[in-house]
């Protein structure tokens, strides 16, 4: 069974940090683009980070740019997020995704184009 499991979701102040993590098991995820994607109540699910899968390239989402830090460990089959100076805005279900999209014309921003997700880890940041 192919699962993504993410951990490390919480409650946190404002200016406060998290870091997620989402680990695959069932398959190696090591040739997939990884990323994170997060759901606010009544929102879409939005993109938040993406990486390839040399973790040679990075791209993030203009409201986390500076703030949000993405990485791999294809050894260990995980995706890491780390959240720095959260705002209350950050609050959601954040969920890791794996799949193929291209990367010409962003693809990866869109959560249609991945074909594994995680269960969701949820995230609230008080002000």
Not at 11 to 27: D, E, F, Y
Not at 61 to 88: E, Y
Not at 108 to 123: C, I, S
Request: hydrophobic fraction near 30%; charge should be positive.
């Amino acid at each position: 069974q192919v699962q993504l499991v993410e951990s490390g979701g919480g409650l946190v102040q404002a200016g406060g940090s998290l870091r997620l993590s989402c680990v695959g098991s069932g398959r190696t995820f090591s040739r997939d683009t990884m990323s994170w994607f997060r759901q606010a109540p009544g929102k879409e699910r939005e993109f938040v980070a993406t990486i390839n899968w040399s973790a040679a390239t990075t791209d993030y989402a203009h409201s986390v740019t500076g703030r949000f830090t993405i990485s791999r460990d294809n050894a260990k089959n995980t995706v890491s997020l780390q959240m720095n100076s959260l705002k209350p805005e950050d609050t959601a279900v954040y969920y890791c995704a794996a799949g193929r999209p291209l990367w010409s014309g962003n693809y990866y921003r869109f959560w249609n184009k991945y074909n594994y997700w995680g269960q969701g880890t949820q995230v609230t940041v008080s002000s």
